[in-house]
T-cell receptor
Framework: GENVEQHPSTLSVQEGDSAVIKCTYS??????FPWYKQELGKGPQLIID?????GEKKDQRIAVTLNKTAKHFSLHITETQPEDSAVYFC???????????FGTGTKLQVIP | DGGITQSPKYLFRKEGQNVTLSCEQN?????MYWYRQDPGQGLRLIYY???????QKGDIAEGYSVSREKKESFPLTVTSAQKNPTAFYLC??????????????FGPGTRLLVL
């Protein structure tokens, strides 16, 4: 089955700096990669996603890149703010199969 | 107001007791899922259902049971056979977007504690 690895497990950045979270996946058939943000005591919320026919997608301060050859994808957050502090999960899934494999999460702390 | 609701927010279980976690969605989604989240770990799939009256085991189904009698509801029962039930339980639902990819939307979670 699919295996998703996520790094780093914790990340501290100064407010205004950029943060990068990286994930690798094992199944070359995976073609959909969502990213979720989870605040303390709440359910994960989708923040951005990318499909395998696209190499990069951007939404304001958040961007995701995908390298299908290397089987890795990354989340980039620019101009970080304290409200960006949360746990971020990457995930991978295959079209037609509604099972999603999640990474183990990255706890991001933005220091004011 | 559309969304996924889970209840209760906190649940306490005694030894040998079965408890049921509620999950309801009014998004008209066909598929629903239950995940377990432990500290420092990712989300692990317990059960999922793609359609009413049908469900499949996920990666850690032992000690759990589900039903899907209505499209809107997917309750999870944690049985006495689950020896380590303390965790944060998340329900999700999904539908096919344009382009035939699924995005899962999550409820607020239920924290289960053992007395």
């Amino acid at each position: 089955g699919e295996n998703v690895e996520q790094h780093p497990s914790t990340l501290s950045v100064q407010e205004g700096d950029s943060a990068v979270i990286k994930c690798t996946y094992s199944d070359s058939a995976s073609n959909y990669f969502p990213w979720y943000k989870q605040e303390l005591g709440k359910g994960p919320q989708l923040i951005i996603d990318i499909r395998s026919n696209v190499g990069e997608k951007k939404d304001q301060r958040i961007a995701v890149t995908l390298n299908k050859t290397a089987k890795h994808f990354s989340l980039h957050i620019t101009e970080t703010q304290p409200e960006d502090s949360a746990v971020y999960f990457c995930a991978a899934s295959i079209w037609g199969y509604q099972k999603v494999t999640f990474g183990t999460g990255t706890k991001l702390q933005v220091i004011p | 107001d559309g969304g996924i609701t889970q209840s209760p927010k906190y649940l306490f279980r005694k030894e040998g007791q079965n408890v049921t976690l509620s999950c309801e969605q009014n998004l008209n989604h066909d598929a629903m899922y239950w995940y377990r989240q432990d500290p420092g770990q990712g989300l692990r799939l317990i059960y999922y259902s793609q359609i009413v009256n049908d469900f499949q085991k996920g990666d850690i189904a032992e000690g759990y049971s589900v039903s899907r009698e209505k499209k809107e509801s997917f309750p999870l029962t944690v049985t006495s056979a689950q020896k380590n039930p303390t965790a944060f339980y998340l329900c999700a639902s999904s539908t096919r977007l344009a382009g035939n990819q699924e995005t899962q939307y999550f409820g607020p979670g239920t924290r289960l504690l053992v007395l």
